[in-house]
């Protein structure tokens, strides 16, 4: 790993909310580091994933779905997160949905100008498309507006072209020594990971009832000798909300805490024992101080 041709670089993943950033870094490290769902919007944080080879070392940054719309504190946050990182990276992988380009995707275009790094474009989710006849004009279209580095097919979920993705990066990367050390896969605490994987369950469970005014803070995180204790605290914005998130006679949260319990035991090895309660906590998403104290850097 100290080879003088090794090579070492941060690799932003950015595009309009739903592409399948948080799969295809997943796919990429070989483990569930990202939560993902169906949902838009579900990302809300800059999240680096260390992936190390023989030869390399690629840091990738995942972030929020660049989105227009939405005024408050918590897409702001969401806009600024994914943006900042453009700047500060190696190469970054632009992810657009094959056979479909929005207002959304020319927006993220658009914060490309006057980058200096190289710019790949993924089409992704061709795995769908089946009419493969569209795709080639469809890919000389979007390839025609931006002088990009590469452009790749490729499937986030099943992992076509993945592996030619990784080859090609490495070619963009510098040489340089690794940042982290071989067995560290991300810059995230474990609180920070649980949090995450109940935040998951909660926006899965919920499907379209409720809206993104929900968040998950670690109250108690202890490891005893046989078994980690964990007490989460599920932030909604009404008490209507709170009613939805419970379910009849509770049956939705303890859905929520067994699905999250059995992903934390698999993250981090060990029994849990993860007890949930939900609080109201109004206006939270729309408030900068309230953002900052949760955990999300609003700078």
Same mark, same amino acid.
């Given at each position: 790993?100290?080879?003088?041709?090794?090579?070492?670089?941060? !690799?932003?993943?950015? %595009?309009?909310? =739903?592409? %399948?950033?948080?799969? *295809?870094? =997943?796919?990429?490290?070989?483990?569930?580091?990202?939560?993902?769902?169906?949902?838009?919007? &579900? +990302?809300?944080?800059?999240?680096?994933?260390?992936?190390?080879?023989?030869?390399?070392?690629?840091?990738?940054? @995942? &972030?929020? %779905?660049?989105?227009?719309?939405?005024?408050?504190?918590?897409?702001?946050?969401?806009?600024?997160?994914?943006?900042?990182?453009?700047?500060?990276?190696? !190469?970054? *992988?632009?992810?657009?949905?094959?056979?479909?380009?929005? @207002?959304?995707?020319?927006?993220?275009?658009?914060?490309?100008?006057?980058?200096?790094?190289?710019?790949?474009?993924?089409?992704?989710? !061709?795995?769908?498309?089946?009419?493969?006849?569209?795709?080639?004009?469809?890919?000389?279209?979007?390839? /025609?507006?931006? @002088?990009?580095?590469?452009?790749?097919?490729?499937?986030? &979920?099943? %992992?076509?072209?993945?592996?030619?993705?990784?080859?090609?990066?490495? +070619?963009?990367?510098?040489?340089?020594?690794?940042?982290?050390?071989?067995?560290? #896969?991300?810059?995230?605490? &474990?609180? #920070?990971?649980?949090?995450?994987?109940?935040?998951?369950?909660?926006?899965?469970?919920?499907?379209?009832?409720?809206?993104?005014?929900? +968040?998950?803070?670690?109250?108690?995180?202890?490891?005893?000798?046989?078994?980690?204790?964990?007490?989460?605290?599920? *932030?909604?914005? +009404?008490?209507?909300?709170?009613?939805?998130?419970?379910?009849?006679?509770?049956?939705?949260?303890?859905?929520?805490?067994?699905?999250?319990?059995?992903?934390?035991?698999?993250?981090?090895?060990?029994? !849990?024992?993860?007890?949930?309660?939900?609080?109201?906590?109004?206006?939270?998403?729309?408030?900068?101080?309230?953002?900052?104290?949760? /955990?999300?850097?609003?700078?």
């Amino acid at each position: 790993m100290t080879d003088q041709n090794f090579k070492c670089g941060y !690799v932003a993943i950015i %595009g309009r909310p =739903n592409m %399948g950033k948080s799969t *295809l870094l =997943n796919h990429m490290l070989g483990l569930k580091l990202s939560i993902t769902s169906r949902k838009p919007q &579900t +990302t809300r944080h800059q999240i680096l994933g260390v992936k190390t080879v023989e030869n390399g070392q690629f840091i990738f940054v @995942d &972030t929020p %779905g660049i989105h227009s719309g939405g005024n408050r504190a918590i897409n702001r946050y969401m806009n600024r997160a994914a943006s900042s990182v453009i700047h500060d990276v190696d !190469v970054v *992988l632009f992810l657009v949905q094959a056979l479909k380009w929005t @207002d959304e995707d020319q927006l993220v275009l658009n914060k490309l100008e006057g980058v200096d790094v190289p710019v790949i474009l993924l089409v992704n989710k !061709v795995d769908r498309v089946s009419d493969k006849d569209k795709l080639l004009p469809f890919i000389s279209e979007i390839s /025609g507006k931006y @002088d990009f580095a590469n452009v790749i097919p490729i499937s986030a &979920t099943q %992992g076509d072209n993945v592996q030619q993705l990784e080859n090609y990066i490495l +070619t963009q990367l510098p040489e340089a020594p690794p940042s982290f050390q071989e067995d560290e #896969f991300t810059d995230r605490s &474990t609180r #920070f990971l649980v949090a995450e994987i109940i935040r998951e369950k909660l926006v899965r469970e919920l499907g379209n009832e409720l809206p993104y005014q929900t +968040t998950v803070e670690i109250e108690q995180y202890k490891d005893e000798e046989k078994i980690t204790r964990i007490h989460a605290l599920i *932030l909604v914005e +009404t008490k209507g909300q709170k009613i939805i998130v419970i379910g009849d006679k509770g049956a939705r949260l303890k859905s929520i805490g067994s699905k999250a319990r059995k992903d934390i035991e698999n993250l981090i090895d060990r029994k !849990v024992f993860l007890q949930l309660w939900v609080k109201v906590k109004s206006g939270w998403s729309d408030s900068e101080a309230s953002l900052r104290s949760l /955990g999300y850097d609003a700078d």
